[in-house]
């Protein structure tokens, strides 16, 4: 019995370093994902849903993993690759929805409708930031995010090789990209708001100075809000629309300048 456990044992355990290895990097990018990842989405839920992407990930990528465990001396160098891999994709793929939540925060500052259902969600954002952040997720999650996500998982494997110290400044180099084209594509989606409220205002500029007499606060403020509702109705699915190319690019080739 005893050599039949050990034989059993000898057996399970290259399989469970390599689930255990997967499960470091696949982890670690669980807590960022978009939709996935979210802090509605509860802690057990989250779990299972990283155990489940692991169980899919390990027999992909079981030919680039060592057979054999590094070892204890090896062992906590591959705990931090792992990890530092997994956060920074997941960092990667949370700035996407952060590009959502600036837009919105934009749009909503350049249309009166930054305090309107503000506190509704978990984090503070304006309505808009809400709707965008949730239409977002939403499209998203019906284009098939859960297989783009495998085959980016999958991918790491061979952009950054397991067990190996990605290069610091490769990694720093890359990250601030990240942010910048998280910010431009933010930017970019909120340009519609942000062009319409600085036409409006100029042309309630050139009335007040026309007719000194109208009190255009008391005619502007309901105009440029009830414009705001209006266009983010005609413009949100045209933008959520290049934001998803903008995510599937990336998905595409996380890597790319």
Do not use: C
């Not at 990842?37 to 509860?42: F, I, L, N, W």
């Amino acid at each position: 019995m005893m050599e039949a456990a050990a034989g059993l044992l000898g057996l399970a355990g290259p399989a469970l370093w390599l689930a255990g290895a997967v499960f470091l990097r696949v982890g670690a990018m669980m807590a960022l994902l978009p939709a996935f990842g979210e802090q509605s989405v509860p802690v057990r839920v989250r779990l299972a849903l990283a155990l489940a992407f692991t169980a899919i990930v390990a027999p992909a990528v079981a030919p680039l993993m060592p057979r054999e465990p590094p070892g204890w001396q090896g062992a906590p160098l591959w705990l931090l690759t792992e990890t530092v891999s997994g956060l920074a994709l997941g960092l990667a793929l949370r700035l996407f929805v952060v590009a959502l939540q600036t837009a919105g925060a934009i749009a909503a500052h350049a249309t009166s409708l930054s305090q309107l259902l503000g506190p509704a969600a978990l984090e503070p954002l304006p309505a808009m930031g809400q709707l965008m952040v949730v239409g977002g997720l939403a499209l998203a999650a019906l284009a098939g995010l859960h297989v783009k996500l495998v085959e980016l998982m999958v991918l790491s494997y061979r952009i950054l090789p397991p067990g190996g110290v990605p290069p610091p400044g490769d990694i720093a180099e890359w990250g601030v990209a990240q942010v910048a084209r998280a910010f431009a594509l933010a930017f970019s989606l909120a340009a519609p708001f942000v062009v319409a409220s600085f036409l409006y205002n100029l042309a309630l500029g050139a009335i007040n100075r026309a007719m000194p007499q109208l009190m255009v606060a008391f005619v502007g403020a309901p105009v440029i809000t009830a414009g705001g509702l209006v266009l983010l109705a005609l413009a949100l699915p045209a933008l959520l629309g290049v934001w998803l190319t903008a995510f599937d690019d990336f998905l595409a080739a996380p890597m790319a300048p």
